[in-house]
């Protein structure tokens, strides 16, 4: 007895070392982007989280619920409070407010930077009670030390990325786990921790669908297979009442769970369980025969019922039918053709085949592996492994993003594979078996048995090490860069930091009207609103595709033309992005064909994507590039002054490889260039005022410039008198 | 209870603006300027004034106290006032009397007192010189230049000096600058100036008045530097026991008041000019002196950290994220660590009290401050005992603040608010006497271990109990 304790507690501590440590793999191994550049927010969604955050720590929870963000999307405004999902912000908040309590005045910021790898210990934990209950504690462990390291979960964690997935991954495991453990027991409390969850998820990500959807199709699969228990039952209908009302208490959710068509599969089946319920009720009743017409009939009623009143409340509106986002699901041409803002966010591209190894190596092959091995044992939980794999393989296909969902199961099924090895490899009890009695053959055996063993484990310990080694380099190379400071080196060798974007917005927040309103392509409105603490047209949260249009049709009009859009909309700075100086791909010139087709779906008879090709049909910028390419705002404003840096004829663009020419270029006649970065990255353009003698500002630039000339030419006259003869 | 209260305060603003307003007349008119000379020094982005009297006592009893009459408007942008006596090259105990205003011809004036070493008899005289630096608003001549161009700077002064005595001979010379002009077309007979290189000679043909009104003296020169004026500073020391540093941390907005550009800015231009090393108006770095030996340098701002800094020996040159041209602003923070017994020194071990030594500025060159609060944070319990600060100080608070760990009453902090200061005061050290026990020192580290002990032990508890309906 006293031994036992004694071992309990010996597990106990390695198992809270093993954990230690794993938390610490994880937190360091996100930490590169900060030991490298700093403490800063990453990309671009981050800053509007960030953004919001500050504002729930700065005025409390209920002016954050209803807090009307006039800031953006300038004249609209956005219904902030209303249209985002709280939960990472509430919990960013708490987090600091505890900290505060307990004497540790920590800034919001680093917060906000530390809170993904502080939530990876967590995700691990959760992981590892899932697994435990999938297999065994060692396939537990396991799986835990994968998901603390694997690339495709770092990939949204990291350091900085302070992204609504940072903590949904981690919700996504303890409802998951919760689940499982209610699915098992038919424990009411677990059931109730897993609606929880569920709705903490709820508040934190849209994402939650895929639970909303996953656990009634596991319920539903198990009642198919008539594993129908009342286990089944008590966990199921109290998830599905409590989650359900929770979820809908979160003000971007609302009605939805009653209302849209995603969430009508948890309905059907809660429906469903009843009616199973009933039925085995009625089963332990009545005889076989009459309870199979009963079954026969009601089900094809049922069903019948239940499809035509779908559609129905469908057609009539009362269910909101499927979002374009959804129908992109299972058609990766829908958004190309319907939503082009959709297809032009890069994440939301199908996935190349690289990227399953890149961001999962080893475990990628593991995992069938796992999944199989679930298989030859089927009990009631590895079918909601079983289930979440096939469903998260092919999301993770079509969108590179949901590749993030797929990596826990990934690592549960690897860790499922590797344990059983280990099971069976590792296991030497053989050697000192004395059953067998000592012989040659017998001694043969066992020494080519410890060979084999030996060789297995060896190759996966190796595996091991390469894994670890991988996901160490793919997380320093790969995903560690914030993209707002952008690493580059000195002529010297040394590390330098190509800092400008940092560099313009901080120049129009300091020199520039408190609301002056600054107009960019979509990309950048929340990094303004975050760093420059500016007013911006359109932002990353695309909810009006006409406003975004309308910047679109600035961009690709004539100056004069954009100009009178711009001056509609109380513009006074324009900011584009300009990689051609230093050779940067991403910039606004390479976006510039999205803009046009989002405004040629709005205005299809004013502009033409045709029109913005040569004639061979190439996307030029030199001499070659069409009239109207040459006309558009982007082009002049891009490279405005280019050639004057090179020998004033021409500039060599370094993105495109090719000679821009200044006379195409021409002037600048309604816009002012206010400031341009170190790099030439980021231009920022001042509209200028109308003509204070009412002239047309082309007019007056024309009039300037004549002056200007003709007071060159007087100069030039005077000594060509002298050659008179 | 509210309206008695307010209406005691309505009151009591009254009777203090009546104070407050005086005569200048009322002022004894016993000494007499003999020589009145004047040297404005415009070199500097605040202007520099020297002034030296020959004075005589017209008086018949022997006076000691001389008084000095400021216009309102440099008062309010002073920055040092000092009194020296120039035969023993000693300073003289002299001040601005700041609550009381005079008036003078309808004109609001200040009125300093200085005193005498000993009391002069009459007839006999003396000389003394008065230094003032104040900070003084320059436009740019043209309005806007464009980059590279000569800048002018446009600066109003007055063009007789204001007085309460006599003056017989006044003399001027304006300096610091390559070219002065005055654009003023006074047409005053008594009023001459005259180039001298590139110094302005002025001088006045017939004596002055006290209090004479006096027409404004409008001048032109050429500066080709930028004009920093810090509009806030928040300098911030943190003074730690336990790991016996000290903590600096400055938070600046800066300024740059030169001449803005003309159509904005170009920067194929200001590189192809390669303005970036070429010293104008534009601000393209700092450079600031620290104490010796400081460690842990940052440079930041409200988006994160810059990363062009450079620190050789005791000087840090810090490059904004962009050319701070005039009109432009900027706002940043730095800060670094010293060893604590640089500036601490133990007064007495029995008592426990320490007397710490603050150095006022460690700001760039030929910078004006509008604004600035210095906050000394002292360790958790300790107590002020005196504060010693050599500036004028609008007000000086002692609070309590919480920072890391701080589970009792915070750190003491002692704020200093300081107006108009110059980059030249930066020798200058603020003096704080404070006790700290042994009791204080030892408290922190066991109250943070009793609150994780406790909450540990809570925990253990709490997991003892069981809710199990079962059995």
């Given at each position: 007895?006293?031994?036992?304790?004694?071992?309990?507690?010996?597990?106990?501590?390695?198992?809270?070392?093993?954990?230690?440590?794993?938390?610490?793999?994880?937190?360091?191994?996100?930490?590169?982007?900060?030991?490298?550049?700093?403490?800063?927010?990453?990309?671009?969604?981050?800053?509007?989280?960030?953004?919001?955050?500050?504002?729930?720590?700065?005025?409390?929870?209920?002016?954050?619920?209803?807090?009307?963000?006039?800031?953006?999307?300038?004249?609209?405004?956005?219904?902030?409070?209303?249209?985002?999902?709280?939960?990472?912000?509430?919990?960013?908040?708490?987090?600091?407010?505890?900290?505060?309590?307990?004497?540790?005045?920590?800034?919001?910021?680093?917060?906000?930077?530390?809170?993904?790898?502080?939530?990876?210990?967590?995700?691990?934990?959760?992981?590892?009670?899932?697994?435990?209950?999938?297999?065994?504690?060692?396939?537990?462990?396991?799986?835990?030390?994968?998901?603390?390291?694997?690339?495709?979960?770092?990939?949204?964690?990291?350091?900085?990325?302070?992204?609504?997935?940072?903590?949904?991954?981690?919700?996504?495991?303890?409802?998951?786990?919760?689940?499982?453990?209610?699915?098992?027991?038919?424990?009411?409390?677990?059931?109730?921790?897993?609606?929880?969850?569920?709705?903490?998820?709820?508040?934190?990500?849209?994402?939650?669908?895929?639970?909303?959807?996953?656990?009634?199709?596991?319920?539903?699969?198990?009642?198919?297979?008539?594993?129908?228990?009342?286990?089944?039952?008590?966990?199921?209908?109290?998830?599905?009442?409590?989650?359900?009302?929770?979820?809908?208490?979160?003000?971007?959710?609302?009605?939805?769970?009653?209302?849209?068509?995603?969430?009508?599969?948890?309905?059907?089946?809660?429906?469903?369980?009843?009616?199973?319920?009933?039925?085995?009720?009625?089963?332990?009743?009545?005889?076989?025969?009459?309870?199979?017409?009963?079954?026969?009939?009601?089900?094809?009623?049922?069903?019948?019922?239940?499809?035509?009143?779908?559609?129905?409340?469908?057609?009539?509106?009362?269910?909101?039918?499927?979002?374009?986002?959804?129908?992109?699901?299972?058609?990766?041409?829908?958004?190309?053709?319907?939503?082009?803002?959709?297809?032009?966010?890069?994440?939301?591209?199908?996935?190349?085949?690289?990227?399953?190894?890149?961001?999962?190596?080893?475990?990628?092959?593991?995992?069938?592996?796992?999944?199989?091995?679930?298989?030859?044992?089927?009990?009631?939980?590895?079918?909601?492994?079983?289930?979440?794999?096939?469903?998260?393989?092919?999301?993770?296909?079509?969108?590179?993003?949901?590749?993030?969902?797929?990596?826990?199961?990934?690592?549960?099924?690897?860790?499922?594979?590797?344990?059983?090895?280990?099971?069976?490899?590792?296991?030497?009890?053989?050697?000192?078996?004395?059953?067998?009695?000592?012989?040659?053959?017998?001694?043969?055996?066992?020494?080519?048995?410890?060979?084999?063993?030996?060789?297995?484990?060896?190759?996966?310990?190796?595996?091991?090490?390469?894994?670890?080694?991988?996901?160490?380099?793919?997380?320093?190379?790969?995903?560690?860069?914030?993209?707002?400071?952008?690493?580059?080196?000195?002529?010297?060798?040394?590390?330098?930091?190509?800092?400008?974007?940092?560099?313009?917005?901080?120049?129009?927040?300091?020199?520039?009207?408190?609301?002056?309103?600054?107009?960019?392509?979509?990309?950048?409105?929340?990094?303004?609103?975050?760093?420059?603490?500016?007013?911006?047209?359109?932002?990353?949260?695309?909810?009006?595709?006409?406003?975004?249009?309308?910047?679109?049709?600035?961009?690709?009009?004539?100056?004069?033309?954009?100009?009178?859009?711009?001056?509609?909309?109380?513009?006074?700075?324009?900011?584009?992005?300009?990689?051609?100086?230093?050779?940067?791909?991403?910039?606004?010139?390479?976006?510039?064909?999205?803009?046009?087709?989002?405004?040629?779906?709005?205005?299809?008879?004013?502009?033409?994507?045709?029109?913005?090709?040569?004639?061979?049909?190439?996307?030029?910028?030199?001499?070659?590039?069409?009239q109207t390419m040459k006309d558009s705002l982007m082009y002049k404003l891009s490279y405005y002054r280019f050639a004057s840096l090179f020998n004033g004829i021409e500039g060599m663009d370094r993105v495109r490889g090719?000679?821009?020419?200044?006379?195409?270029?021409?002037?600048?006649?309604?816009?002012?260039?206010?400031?341009?970065?170190?790099?030439?990255?980021?231009?920022?353009?001042?509209?200028?005022?109308?003509?204070?003698?009412?002239?047309?500002?082309?007019?007056?630039?024309?009039?300037?410039?004549?002056?200007?000339?003709?007071?060159?030419?007087?100069?030039?006259?005077?000594?060509?008198?002298?050659?008179?003869? | 209870?509210?309206?008695?209260?307010?209406?005691?305060?309505?009151?009591?603003?009254?009777?203090?603006?009546?104070?407050?307003?005086?005569?200048?007349?009322?002022?004894?008119?016993?000494?007499?300027?003999?020589?009145?000379?004047?040297?404005?020094?415009?070199?500097?982005?605040?202007?520099?004034?020297?002034?030296?009297?020959?004075?005589?006592?017209?008086?018949?009893?022997?006076?000691?106290?001389?008084?000095?009459?400021?216009?309102?408007?440099?008062?309010?942008?002073?920055?040092?006032?000092?009194?020296?006596?120039?035969?023993?090259?000693?300073?003289?105990?002299?001040?601005?009397?700041?609550?009381?205003?005079?008036?003078?011809?309808?004109?609001?004036?200040?009125?300093?007192?200085?005193?005498?070493?000993?009391?002069?008899?009459?007839?006999?005289?003396?000389?003394?010189?008065?230094?003032?630096?104040?900070?003084?608003?320059?436009?740019?001549?043209?309005?806007?230049?464009?980059?590279?161009?000569?800048?002018?700077?446009?600066?109003?002064?007055?063009?007789?000096?204001?007085?309460?005595?006599?003056?017989?001979?006044?003399?001027?010379?304006?300096?610091?600058?390559?070219?002065?002009?005055?654009?003023?077309?006074?047409?005053?007979?008594?009023?001459?100036?005259?180039?001298?290189?590139?110094?302005?000679?002025?001088?006045?043909?017939?004596?002055?008045?006290?209090?004479?009104?006096?027409?404004?003296?409008?001048?032109?020169?050429?500066?080709?530097?930028?004009?920093?004026?810090?509009?806030?500073?928040?300098?911030?020391?943190?003074?730690?026991?336990?790991?016996?540093?000290?903590?600096?941390?400055?938070?600046?907005?800066?300024?740059?008041?030169?001449?803005?550009?003309?159509?904005?800015?170009?920067?194929?231009?200001?590189?192809?000019?390669?303005?970036?090393?070429?010293?104008?108006?534009?601000?393209?770095?700092?450079?600031?002196?620290?104490?010796?030996?400081?460690?842990?340098?940052?440079?930041?701002?409200?988006?994160?950290?810059?990363?062009?800094?450079?620190?050789?020996?005791?000087?840090?040159?810090?490059?904004?994220?962009?050319?701070?041209?005039?009109?432009?602003?900027?706002?940043?923070?730095?800060?670094?660590?010293?060893?604590?017994?640089?500036?601490?020194?133990?007064?007495?071990?029995?008592?426990?009290?320490?007397?710490?030594?603050?150095?006022?500025?460690?700001?760039?060159?030929?910078?004006?401050?509008?604004?600035?609060?210095?906050?000394?944070?002292?360790?958790?319990?300790?107590?002020?005992?005196?504060?010693?600060?050599?500036?004028?100080?609008?007000?000086?608070?002692?609070?309590?603040?919480?920072?890391?760990?701080?589970?009792?009453?915070?750190?003491?902090?002692?704020?200093?608010?300081?107006?108009?200061?110059?980059?030249?005061?930066?020798?200058?050290?603020?003096?704080?006497?404070?006790?700290?026990?042994?009791?204080?020192?030892?408290?922190?580290?066991?109250?943070?271990?009793?609150?994780?002990?406790?909450?540990?032990?809570?925990?253990?508890?709490?997991?003892?109990?069981?809710?199990?309906?079962?059995?």
């Amino acid at each position: 007895m006293a031994e036992s304790q004694a071992l309990r507690w010996i597990q106990l501590l390695l198992k809270c070392t093993i954990f230690l440590f794993m938390t610490a793999a994880a937190v360091s191994s996100r930490l590169f982007s900060v030991i490298r550049f700093e403490s800063i927010i990453h990309e671009f969604d981050p800053w509007f989280n960030f953004r919001a955050t500050k504002y729930l720590v700065n005025n409390g929870f209920y002016k954050f619920l209803n807090w009307f963000d006039d800031r953006t999307w300038y004249p609209l405004g956005r219904v902030t409070g209303g249209t985002l999902y709280p939960g990472l912000m509430a919990t960013s908040a708490a987090v600091w407010h505890g900290l505060h309590k307990i004497g540790l005045p920590v800034d919001i910021r680093n917060v906000c930077v530390l809170f993904a790898p502080a939530f990876s210990g967590v995700t691990a934990w959760a992981t590892y009670h899932l697994t435990c209950e999938i297999k065994d504690s060692g396939a537990g462990l396991l799986a835990a030390a994968f998901i603390a390291i694997a690339p495709g979960y770092i990939s949204r964690s990291v350091a900085g990325s302070y992204d609504n997935e940072a903590i949904a991954i981690t919700l996504l495991m303890v409802t998951f786990m919760f689940w499982i453990k209610a699915m098992k027991t038919g424990s009411i409390m677990h059931s109730t921790f897993a609606a929880l969850f569920y709705f903490y998820m709820v508040s934190a990500w849209g994402g939650y669908v895929f639970i909303t959807n996953l656990i009634p199709l596991h319920v539903f699969i198990l009642i198919l297979m008539g594993r129908y228990s009342t286990r089944l039952y008590s966990a199921y209908t109290t998830w599905y009442a409590i989650g359900t009302l929770a979820s809908m208490q979160i003000p971007f959710v609302g009605f939805l769970p009653i209302r849209s068509n995603d969430h009508m599969a948890a309905l059907g089946v809660f429906g469903l369980i009843q009616i199973v319920a009933l039925g085995s009720f009625l089963k332990a009743q009545v005889s076989w025969q009459k309870f199979k017409t009963v079954m026969v009939v009601s089900l094809i009623f049922l069903l019948l019922a239940g499809v035509c009143g779908l559609f129905a409340l469908t057609y009539f509106g009362y269910i909101a039918p499927w979002t374009g986002r959804f129908y992109s699901l299972w058609d990766t041409n829908y958004a190309k053709i319907h939503i082009p803002i959709i297809a032009s966010v890069s994440e939301h591209q199908p996935t190349a085949w690289p990227a399953f190894f890149f961001d999962t190596q080893f475990l990628i092959w593991l995992f069938p592996a796992g999944v199989f091995l679930l298989f030859l044992d089927l009990k009631d939980e590895h079918i909601f492994i079983i289930a979440y794999s096939v469903l998260c393989s092919y999301f993770a296909g079509v969108m590179v993003r949901l590749m993030l969902t797929l990596t826990p199961i990934i690592c549960v099924c690897a860790a499922v594979t590797i344990s059983k090895l280990f099971d069976i490899y590792a296991d030497f009890s053989f050697w000192s078996d004395k059953s067998l009695e000592p012989s040659d053959s017998s001694n043969k055996t066992k020494i080519m048995t410890l060979v084999t063993k030996l060789t297995v484990c060896g190759s996966f310990l190796g595996y091991l090490y390469l894994f670890v080694y991988h996901c160490t380099w793919v997380t320093s190379n790969a995903y560690s860069s914030p993209s707002v400071v952008l690493p580059s080196r000195n002529q010297d060798g040394s590390m330098a930091l190509i800092d400008d974007f940092r560099e313009a917005y901080y120049w129009l927040r300091m020199n520039s009207a408190e609301d002056a309103k600054v107009a960019s392509w979509w990309d950048y409105g929340y990094q303004i609103g975050g760093m420059a603490d500016r007013t911006t047209l359109v932002d990353n949260n695309t909810w009006n595709n006409t406003h975004i249009a309308i910047v679109g049709k600035a961009m690709s009009s004539p100056q004069e033309k954009a100009y009178e859009i711009l001056r509609q909309h109380d513009v006074d700075y324009v900011l584009v992005i300009f990689g051609g100086l230093i050779g940067f791909s991403g910039d606004d010139i390479n976006k510039f064909l999205w803009m046009v087709r989002i405004s040629e779906g709005i205005w299809p008879d004013e502009i033409k994507e045709r029109e913005y090709f040569t004639p061979s049909g190439e996307y030029r910028m030199d001499a070659l590039a069409s009239q109207t390419m040459k006309d558009s705002l982007m082009y002049k404003l891009s490279y405005y002054r280019f050639a004057s840096l090179f020998n004033g004829i021409e500039g060599m663009d370094r993105v495109r490889g090719q000679k821009i020419r200044d006379e195409d270029v021409g002037n600048l006649d309604y816009f002012e260039e206010a400031f341009t970065s170190e790099n030439w990255m980021v231009r920022l353009y001042k509209l200028k005022d109308l003509d204070p003698v009412g002239r047309e500002l082309h007019s007056a630039g024309e009039f300037e410039r004549k002056s200007a000339r003709s007071q060159k030419k007087r100069i030039v006259k005077r000594p060509s008198l002298d050659l008179r003869v | 209870m509210m309206v008695t209260s307010t209406l005691y305060m309505v009151l009591q603003v009254v009777i203090g603006v009546v104070l407050a307003q005086a005569d200048a007349a009322s002022l004894s008119k016993s000494w007499e300027n003999v020589a009145y000379h004047r040297t404005v020094d415009v070199s500097r982005t605040y202007t520099q004034e020297r002034i030296d009297l020959h004075i005589k006592n017209i008086d018949n009893k022997a006076i000691e106290e001389y008084y000095f009459v400021l216009p309102e408007g440099i008062f309010e942008n002073i920055a040092l006032f000092s009194a020296q006596l120039k035969r023993a090259d000693a300073f003289l105990e002299s001040a601005i009397i700041p609550q009381q205003t005079f008036v003078a011809n309808g004109e609001h004036v200040k009125v300093a007192v200085v005193k005498m070493p000993t009391s002069v008899e009459p007839g006999s005289s003396t000389d003394i010189a008065i230094t003032l630096v104040y900070g003084s608003h320059r436009q740019p001549y043209s309005g806007s230049v464009e980059m590279g161009e000569r800048q002018l700077l446009h600066l109003s002064t007055n063009t007789y000096p204001l007085s309460a005595y006599n003056t017989q001979q006044y003399t001027m010379s304006l300096e610091g600058s390559p070219s002065i002009e005055v654009v003023s077309n006074s047409s005053d007979d008594n009023f001459s100036c005259r180039k001298e290189g590139s110094r302005l000679d002025c001088e006045s043909h017939k004596a002055i008045g006290p209090y004479q009104k006096t027409a404004p003296l409008k001048i032109v020169f050429e500066r080709n530097l930028p004009s920093s004026r810090v509009s806030f500073l928040a300098r911030e020391v943190w003074v730690s026991h336990w790991a016996s540093t000290m903590q600096f941390e400055e938070s600046y907005d800066l300024v740059n008041d030169a001449a803005p550009l003309k159509g904005g800015f170009s920067r194929a231009e200001y590189m192809k000019g390669q303005h970036a090393m070429k010293q104008h108006g534009h601000l393209t770095a700092l450079e600031m002196v620290l104490p010796s030996d400081s460690e842990e340098h940052y440079f930041t701002d409200l988006v994160g950290a810059v990363s062009t800094f450079r620190v050789l020996q005791d000087h840090i040159f810090l490059k904004p994220r962009f050319p701070i041209f005039g009109g432009w602003k900027y706002n940043f923070t730095i800060g670094w660590t010293n060893g604590l017994s640089q500036f601490l020194h133990i007064e007495d071990v029995d008592t426990e009290s320490f007397v710490l030594s603050v150095p006022i500025l460690n700001g760039p060159a030929d910078t004006y401050y509008s604004k600035m609060n210095l906050s000394v944070y002292l360790p958790e319990g300790s107590e002020v005992l005196d504060v010693w600060c050599p500036l004028p100080v609008v007000s000086t608070e002692v609070t309590a603040s919480k920072s890391y760990f701080d589970l009792n009453n915070g750190h003491t902090k002692v704020t200093f608010e300081l107006n108009n200061m110059v980059d030249t005061v930066s020798t200058s050290k603020v003096f704080v006497r404070y006790k700290f026990s042994t009791f204080s020192f030892y408290r922190k580290p066991i109250s943070i271990a009793a609150s994780i002990f406790i909450s540990l032990m809570a925990f253990f508890f709490l997991k003892q109990i069981t809710f199990t309906i079962e059995n």
